[in-house]
Nanobody, 120 residues
Framework: QVQLVESGGGLVQSGGSLRLSCTTS????????IYWYRQVPGEQRELVAA???????NYADSVKGRFIISRDNAKNTVDLQMNSLKPEDTAVYYC??????????????WGQGTQVTVSS
């Protein structure tokens, strides 16, 4: 059974930091690309950061220079270090694991989300 469990969300003041973690089980973690998305009620889910199976990273312009995504293949976890938080970072943050090669179907798994609230 595949599970992705996010943790580390909470309430923080503007300018503060939080570290989100996504712990996975039931997948061959090292071959998956991992994404962090966020969603505000009534709005579309937004891609925040990504890290490929090879360790390459990418960030939304809105978080570049403030957020850092990292992975630990030995622990099957991905972290999102969020610094200099702003009220507009308030959202539910979701972890997504995705794998597809040329011949396979896509394997696409999501966590349940963790709330991040940044007060002004």
């Amino acid at each position: 059974q595949v599970q992705l469990v996010e943790s580390g969300g909470g309430l923080v003041q503007s300018g503060g930091s939080l570290r989100l973690s996504c712990t996975t089980s039931g997948i061959i973690f090292s071959i998956y690309d991992i994404y962090w998305y966020r969603q505000v009620p009534g709005e579309q889910r937004e891609l925040v950061a990504a890290i490929t199976s090879g360790g390459f990273t990418n960030y939304a312009d809105s978080v570049k220079g403030r957020f850092i995504i990292s992975r630990d293949n030995a622990k099957n976890t991905v972290d999102l270090q969020m610094n200099s938080l702003k009220p507009e970072d308030t959202a539910v943050y979701y972890c997504n694991a995705y794998y597809k090669n040329l011949t396979s179907r896509p394997y696409d798994y999501w966590g349940q989300g963790t709330q991040v609230t940044v007060s002004s």
